[in-house]
């Protein structure tokens, strides 16, 4: 069973920093895409950044210079470092996971996290 789980969210003022942590489990993680989405309330889930099996990183504009994606494959582990943090980074955060790489950018993902709330107050 394929299982991504999410830890590191919680409540931050704007300036500050968060750590997402995404731990997969029941497949071979080092051979896929993994990428990090978020959705906030009203809004339809957008890309935040994806690095790739051989560790090429892309970022959303909006996250560009302050968050950084980054992979542990001896560990199965996905990070997301957010630096500078904005009230508009408010949102679900999820993890993903995909052998494919022509859906970096949608949220047609095979795999899924359940998502950690990050919510940056003002």
């Known amino acids: 069973q394929v299982q991504l789980v999410e830890s590191g969210g919680g409540l931050v003022q704007a300036g500050g920093s968060l750590r997402l942590s995404c731990v997969a489990s029941?497949?071979?993680?080092?051979?896929?895409?993994m990428g990090w989405f978020r959705q906030a309330p009203g809004k339809e889930r957008e890309f935040v950044a994806v690095i790739s099996r051989s560790g090429t990183t892309y970022e959303a504009d909006s996250v560009k210079g302050r968050f950084t994606i980054s992979r542990d494959n001896a560990k199965n582990t996905l990070l997301l470092q957010m630096d500078s943090l904005k009230p508009e980074d408010t949102a679900v955060y999820y993890c993903a996971a995909d052998s494919r790489d022509s859906i970096y950018y949608t949220t047609s993902w095979i795999y899924w996290g359940q998502g950690t709330q990050v919510t940056v107050s003002s």
């Open positions: 029941g497949r071979t993680f080092s051979s896929d895409a």
